[in-house]
């Protein structure tokens, strides 16, 4: 294939789909830090395809794709790999809105993880949030309509911000037991140490494990009359919010990029994590004008190029994690969609 036919993640040729929304609070909160350090917002503005006014304006809901190239932009012009983890560190977890209220006022902390669960989409219809119980219990992350590879920012925040919640409701110094993240570690990896807990990179899903008798832990502002009427309030606005549609080039994406570090991102399983044969998926695929190759292909260089912008991942490593068994069929597949040599490319990036 040509590098030609190698197409950017929402380029046409795809099904028109709605885009996920959120309440944009962390943008918001991104566009802060940035003016605070002095960067000047409108040319980040343009090439995340947003505006001045949609960031002023706390009313507007932000396209969730918008808002993940918002933070990696913010990110790059802050030279900070963990803007995410940084803004949810010391933010007033009321501004979460009406989900944190709805938490706090739960009984138990296994309450307020139920209604997180439950109500999560409101703030954000990109990342869904699944509650696991069991020993232990598992708070799952999972993105809907959104690539899941272009974002480490928003999940990072999503993170720490519930175990901030978490904390704050119980009156403890909650600690998950383990977090694992579908993205691979960076070079400033190391700070996540915030979470006080074993971090694992390159798994298969976004998940905080909590033992098991925390859901048992007392909410210290509970309050049932206010819980009864907040749940009614959450309800009524699920029951007006009609989820978008998601491409299914979003979810093959989605389904082969925890795949890639282990050399499985192979048709026949990503066609079985989604649930239809190998003939079903290609002639979807191809409904969009798209075929299996295409999706991997622009994956792949999207990642490489994102991975080779990081001085402390060799280049081996990044064949690894793009699932090349070897470095040199790693370097004739970027030469094909780049026209240049990993190490020509990372050398004027």
Known sequence: MEASAIQPLGEAGLAPVASPTATGGIARLAAARALEAGITLAPLLRQAGLTAAEMEDTSVRIAVKKQVTWLNLVAAALGDDLLGLHLAQDFDLRLVGLLYFVQASAPTLGDALARAERFSTITNEGIS????????????????????????????????????IARQLTGTNLRPLCLSLVHPRVSASSALAAFRCQISFGESHDELVFASDTARLTVTGADPYLHDLLVGYCEHALAHRNRPAEALRTRVENAITPLLPHGRARVEIVARALNMSQRT?????????????????????????????????????????LGFQEVGAFTYAFKRWNGQTPTQYRAVS
């Open 129 to 164: 949030i699944q509650c696991i119980c069991g020993d232990p219990i598992r708070v799952r992350f999972t993105h809907f309509g959104v690539p899941r590879h272009a974002d480490r920012h928003q999940i990072e925040f999503f993170a720490m911000t519930m175990v901030r």
């Open 281 to 321: 998926l290609a002639r979807r695929l191809a409904s969009e004008g798209l075929s299996f190759t295409m999706v991997l292909d622009a994956l792949r260089t999207d990642l490489a190029t994102h991975y080779l912008r990081d001085a402390t991942l060799s280049v081996s490593q990044v064949a690894w994690l």
